[in-house]
């Protein structure tokens, strides 16, 4: 096949031509689209959780999948997940308005609320839980306390410390001592206030050991009032009710007082701290509740873009077609519903954006010459046989459809040219009714018209009974102006659209039970569907039976024009891999073969003295399509130079097949967008 790579790598060097300056605008208006579906889908999930909504992040599926499904049960532990999580986030990972609301929100809880604003650290410790080891030690030391032992114990001992000088406060019967008072006092002073705190010492104690217990009682005065702190309706023992003041309060009190600097010194070194912003944020995420109808492999919620696109459905449809998340929302709050499919909606968008933007937008700019071509990589060594191609890749361009930004408009042909573009129609399934000499698909396919609706009638037999009654009509000819009845493609609308999924399916050899996840169906729904259009075309059922045990039999399967491809594991495999290879038997004929009829027809073109002789040449073949570029005025000669090429591409060993080949396309543009 040296013609074909000599043709592959002239298509490389060639080129295409990219309009940079259309993809930087494109790309400008993507980015400010994507700001405006993040603020749209923040703000509503604000409206859900408040300012945790806006600190979201909207790339995390474990934060999406928590404010969506937490609490659910995992279908394979039976453990539920958690309806609240805490995700500890950097700050500069969490947007200017989220933190503005945070601080919103705390100044009027402040205001509502004081005590409910503060932890139970700060009302039960202040700052003092803020401070290092050393510092507490130096305030210990300062109070005349002891300063051995851990950072919690060093924290009562001082909590005790400044609570028992504010009791003795209000009742001056309570004893406030230290050190070094005690080290003043002569032996027989202590003694007797020793026993007048109900202790009793040694007979022979020395003045240290007097001083040690009085030390020792004074700790454990500290350490009740530190406990009694914490519970501020708790009496003290053996007397009146007390008022035990939160420690901020004292703490302020006591280093304003100015009998200790140092104490002065370190509360205002902890407010300067505490105006710096902080370098973590606690973003709390509640669950919505919502039920999930996937999950991932270990059990969880699934959170993926499909998911998300259930949920939304279209809301800017005419009429709307709204998701699921609707009438969950709904049931909530009527007139809520339509917001919340918007809000999804969004972050479906969100995610296509950025795979635009990646995948096409800044790549196709990044990878142009300095003529403004760009030369894509391509691959000929694949299962199928179809090309593949990167850097990059254009077999991946987006659906048509849902081409928002119009990509293809970037890939333009030189002032004075114009584009072919031209692809088969409908090719793999003209394949299978060729290879399979398939009675009912040939007969369509030579018909014409509408494939899918002819499926659907072979399909239904209520169907077959409107259109011979007159009730519906197959198929009409609008030059003859609007149908005089209803189209089956019209009022058969849903068993139209399975049988489209089905005659795509079939090739590919998609079981019922992908059917059935596919059409929301049951297995048993889906495998009555699968045999009525089987019932239909027997010759397609038979020749996937051959194919099937000719791989389980020789481990191969071929492409039209004889290409193998080696199946090791139809003969032999895990359950998982020998449904691959069974599948890969029936479909690699069909792909194969399509990879064949384009190959061939690539190459007739390339040989074609006509197109040569009006000045085209071959870009680009993507799958079914080709691209060719060339002079304006000879656009439509060579043009249907090119359609008989692709209509009859036997060469080179290539068999004609039963049915005609169907190819479209036009000549009459100088973009891909509009030549489609």
Known sequence: MRPFGELLTDMERRGILIATDYLAGVEVQARKDRVEHVETFRQWAAEQIGPDGLAMNLGSSTQLSTFLFGGAANPKTKEHSEVQRVFRTKREEIPDDAMEAYRERDAKLRETAPDAAETDEERDYGFLTKLKATDLKALCKEEGLKVSGKKQELIDRLVGAYQLKDQHKQDPSIPVSNLEEYKSMKKDDLRDAVVGRGLSPPAKAKKTDLVRLLEDDDEMQRQLMAECAKSPDADRPGGDAMVYRKMSELLEEAASSGENPMLAQILADVKAKNEEEPKWVDVTITSLGMVPDKFTVGGAPSATADVLRGLAGDPFADPPKYGKAYEFFEAKKAGSGHDACVAFYSLTAIGSIDTMIANFLTSLQALVDDRNRV??????????????????????????????????????????????????????????ASMTNCVSMIEAFKAGGDFHSRTALDMFKYIQDAVESGEVILEWDYANGEPTKPMVKDKYASERRNAK???????????????????????????????????????????????????????????????????????GGSMKQLGHALRASINTPIQGGAADVAMMAMIKINNSEKLKRLGWILLMQVHDEV???????????????VLECMQE????????????LLVDGSCEHDNWYDAK
């Open 375 to 432: 030369h894509n990589s391509i691959n000929i060594n694949t299962e199928t046989g179809r090309l593949s191609s990167r850097k990059p890749n254009l077999q991946n361009q987006p659906a048509l459809e849902k081409d928002k930004y119009k990509i293809r408009q970037a890939f333009i042909a030189s002032p004075g040219n114009r584009l072919i573009v031209a692809d088969y129609g409908q090719l793999e399934l003209r394949l299978l």
């Open 501 to 571: 999924t089905l005659n795509f399916s079939i090739a590919y050899g998609k079981t019922a039970h992908g059917l059935s996840q596919d059409w929301g169906v049951s297995k048993k729904e889906a495998e009555g569907l699968l045999q009525a259009w089987y019932d239909s075309r027997p010759e397609v059922e038979k020749w996937q039976k051959t194919a099937k045990d000719t791989a389980k039999k020789e481990g191969t399967t071929r492409t039209l024009m004889g290409r193998y491809r080696h199946l090791p594991h139809a003969r």
């Open 627 to 641: 691209m060719l570029e060339g002079p304006e005025e000879t656009a439509e000669e060579a043009f249907e130079e």
């Open 649 to 660: 591409p036997w060469v080179l060993g290539l068999d004609k097949t039963k049915v005609p």
